[in-house]
């Protein structure tokens, strides 16, 4: 079983920037980051493989996700934050042969979840 373990919410005014880390206790294929709102349900933010990667129409141009392999660790860089970014966000990871998608049933991990709040 593979933990991931998040780091780096937090709350920021909008048009500022934020962090947020997961590291994968094990190996991993695809890493994703999805984040749910209360009442709605849980959207792809970014995915990544290798070179590869994804991003959501509503973050593209604003968020970047990374990998640092020696270290196991996802990061996703936020920039120009707007108060509807405003969830909970959640590092995945998949077992390997899984088409990387945006989607969340592609997933088999699932960090706790990091708060990031975007106030106006």
């Known amino acids: 079983q593979v933990q991931l373990v998040e780091s780096g919410g937090g709350s920021v005014q909008a048009g500022g920037s934020m962090r947020l880390s997961c590291t994968a206790s094990g190996y991993v294929y695809n890493m994703g980051w999805f984040r749910q709102v209360p009442g709605k349900e849980r959207e792809g933010v970014a995915a990544?493989?290798?070179?590869?990667?994804l991003y959501a129409d509503s973050v593209k141009g604003r968020f970047t996700i990374s990998q640092d392999n020696a270290k196991n660790t996802l990061y996703l860089q936020m920039s120009s934050l707007k108060p509807e970014d405003t969830a909970m966000y959640y590092c995945?990871?998949?077992?390997?042969?899984?088409?990387?998608?945006?989607?969340?049933?592609?997933?088999?991990?699932w960090g706790q979840g990091t708060q990031v709040t975007v106030s106006s």
């Open positions: 990544s493989r290798g070179g590869r990667l």
């Open positions: 995945a990871a998949a077992r390997p042969l899984r088409l990387l998608s945006l989607h969340r049933h592609g997933y088999d991990y």
